[in-house]
């Protein structure tokens, strides 16, 4: 079975403009989570999804949205991007809205020019 | 507020050496879970730790929890090189819907 996939890999932006990544849970896994990882951190907390509601926020700005597809895909949406949103973003699933267990995927990585 | 502290940041020992990293977190969890990191990569799961007093081992990591004294551990026995890498400690506040607060990553390198 695959794991959590992550879109794209690598990803090289401009302040103030958008970006979108996308991730795919595991097959069967409902709940999806978003983190971002800045260098030499550890990650933070951003979104989390299930069954297509939003059932928790990080301490992030209004820049960052995000939002979960019938299939369980997730998108994270980081509008007006500054040079601090560059990071490692993370896609974590779970079968069910308690964090259990999380599978990571690969993760983006997003450097803001 | 949940806070998540490991040390040390940075260790380097030798291949065949033990050694332990501590994760100190300051309010009642029910879940603590180490996470190891290669350069580059995502994050790859190694022990849930669901009560006072669990223990886990695989291979030549083994990991404690201690609920009353808020601490968890990871013990590293006879280190190998394969064993190079960034290890988190994160832990979920409460038995709820609450996301996982990592701590800042203890960056091993086992040297020959």
């Known amino acids: 079975d695959a794991g959590v996939t992550q879109s794209p890999t690598h990803l090289i932006k401009t302040r103030g403009q958008q970006v979108t990544l996308r991730c795919s849970p595991i097959s069967g896994h409902k709940s999806v989570s978003w983190y971002q990882q800045v260098l030499g951190q550890g990650p933070q907390f951003i979104f989390q999804?299930?069954?297509?509601?939003?059932?928790g926020r990080g301490n992030f700005p209004d820049r960052f949205s995000a939002r979960q597809f019938p299939n369980y895909s997730s998108e994270l949406n980081v509008n007006a991007l500054l040079l601090g949103d560059s990071a490692l973003y993370l896609c974590?699933?779970?079968?069910?809205?308690?964090?259990?267990?999380?599978?990571f995927g690969s993760g983006t990585q997003l450097s803001v020019l | 507020e949940l806070k998540v502290e490991q040390n040390p940041l940075f260790l380097s020992m030798q291949e065949g050496k033990n050694y332990t990293i501590y994760c100190n977190y300051s309010t009642t969890s029910d879940r603590l879970y180490w996470y190891r990191q290669d350069p580059g990569k995502s994050l790859e799961s190694l022990f849930v730790l669901l009560s006072n007093g669990a223990v886990k081992q695989e291979g030549r990591l083994m990991a404690s929890l201690d609920t009353k004294a808020r601490l968890s551990t990871l013990h590293i026995t006879a280190a190998v090189h394969d064993l190079s890498a960034t290890y988190f400690c994160?832990?979920?506040?409460?038995?709820?819907?609450?996301?996982?607060?990592f701590g800042k990553g203890t960056r091993l390198s086992v040297i020959a």
């Open positions: 999804y299930y069954e297509k509601e939003e059932r």
């Open positions: 994160a832990v979920v506040r409460d038995s709820g819907n609450t996301p996982l607060v």
């Open positions: 974590a699933s779970s079968q069910l809205v308690l964090n259990e267990k999380l599978f």
